[in-house]
């Protein structure tokens, strides 16, 4: 058993160093972390009132869109259509019958007359049919035409059907009726759609 000397201090030693360094070191993370803490809660109310800013203009758009949308149904029930559309289509026939080209039908006419037949006249309705039926060309538009014609015999008047049929102005002719006239000749009237723009 060795000899120890007798301690002389009023109290023992302890070393406190370590222990103040690491309180230390948790109220520097303290600090940091309250300061972040508030600067996220400012960020945050900023962000806040940015969207509440943003809802409150969001909100004040679709209120003003309402009213247009309001202001616009009301006119919009004010209005007689089914007058402005007969007024649209009075219109667009006045623009057809000033556009239409006359000596251009009359020369595609020419091509498919055969010989024995004449024409007595020739009615275009200007009712604009689309061209979709069946042996019209895709995509003009054409417009109907009623022929009151005379033939000398019936082969004539069926030569004339056929021609109708093969030129690639016209579409879908229908006999609509024929009758024998005195001297053996056969009055017809024939419907058939004229395209002022031929099929390629």
């Known amino acids: 058993m060795s000899w120890q000397a007798p301690n002389l201090a009023r109290r023992p030693f302890l070393n406190l160093r ?24 400012l960020r945050s109310g900023s962000d806040a009132a940015a969207r509440v800013a943003e809802i409150a203009r969001l909100d004040a758009e679709a209120s003003a869109a309402r009213e247009r949308l309001a202001t616009l149904e009301a006119d919009l029930a ?16 006045r623009i ?8 251009r039908l009359f020369d595609r006419l020419a091509e498919a007359l055969p010989r024995g037949v004449r024409l007595r006249s020739l009615t275009p309705r200007f009712a604009v049919v689309a061209g979709d039926g ?20 019936g082969e004539a008047m069926l030569e004339m059907v ?30 058939v759609t004229y395209f002022p723009q031929e099929r390629p």
């Open 18 to 41: 370590p222990l103040r360094r690491v309180a230390a070191a948790l109220g520097v993370a303290g600090l940091a972390l309250t300061a972040w803490n508030v600067s996220s809660y």
């Open 78 to 93: 004010s209005r007689d259509l089914a007058a402005e559309n007969r007024r649209a289509a009075f219109l667009n026939d």
């Open 96 to 103: 057809a019958q000033r556009t239409f080209g006359w000596n």
């Open 134 to 153: 069946a042996g019209a060309p895709d995509g003009p538009t054409g417009v109907v035409l009623a022929l009151d014609a005379e033939a000398t015999d």
């Open 162 to 191: 056929d021609n109708l049929f093969a030129h690639p102005s016209f579409a879908a002719p229908n006999l609509a009726r024929e009758s024998r006239q005195r001297g053996g000749n056969i009055a017809f009237d024939l419907t």
